[in-house]
């Protein structure tokens, strides 16, 4: 067994579990990660798309009461069949447009130098919107309308641009569009589930024959590391947003955003 590949493999699903909720981007962090750690071929394409899965499942098992109860009941409890229409909803903006543009993005779009940009550009944003954003009304999950589910996913769609963040697209929308923090942050947990599992299960299809029985180790230990780690970040970020706004996170993202341009350009 290789262990520079498996300390690699240790450093990426950690990178991918603390950055997956977090309005900072997981994919710019990703392929910033992957360049500096020479981890950045085919196979370590496949390997991201194994530890997001990770990290999805994490959403899965810390909300799994929830998910199961409106699954049970999605026939007969108007409060479950409106929470799936507005999954459903805020999902098919990002899903149609990234299955559209997939192979653009990804062609010409992964670059450290876009991802630091990005960044740059999200920090600003999110700046701006905790200034000048103060009227939500939504406080809970269940009020969310069908129009402001498709505001989100609109919203969304933003972050297929690498170093935009998904999380921090749905959670910072949510909120222009009325939601609270902890509403939005709790609606970006949920809306994470069908995205990204659309998401690696398209691309693993396309990457299938990349995949072999020797990866295993490597794979299994990012896919391990990335679950535990985004398990412990839901955690602390829903008690997080519960009293801080985030400010530390937009600063974060310029300050790390320059220091990315200036090591790589």
Known sequence: MDIILIIKAIIMGL????????PISSTG????????????????NVFEIVIQLGAILAVCFEFRKRLTDTISHIFNEPSAQGFAINLAIAFMPAALLGL??????????FSPITVAIALIVGGFVILLIEK????????????ITP???LKIGFAQS??????????????LGGMVFGLTRQTATEFSFFLAIPIMFAATGYDLLKNW????????????TGFIIAFLS???????????????????FAWYRIIFGVCVLIYFW
């Open 15 to 22: 990178v991918e579990g603390v950055t997956e909720f977090l």
């Open 29 to 44: 962090h990703l392929i910033i990660a992957g360049d500096i750690l020479n981890f950045n071929d085919d196979k370590a």
């Open 100 to 109: 559209y543009f997939h192979d653009f993005i990804k062609q010409y779009l």
């Open 132 to 143: 000048f954003t103060s009227h939500s009304n939504t406080k809970q999950i269940e009020a």
């Open 147 to 149: 129009m402001q589910a």
């Open 158 to 171: 933003l972050s297929l641009i690498p170093g935009v963040s998904r999380a921090g697209a749905t959670i």
């Open 209 to 220: 024959e990349l995949l072999s029985a020797a990866d295993l180790p490597i794979f299994a």
């Open 230 to 248: 985004a398990l412990l970040v839901i955690k602390v970020l829903i008690r997080y947003v519960a009293n801080h706004d985030f400010t530390v």
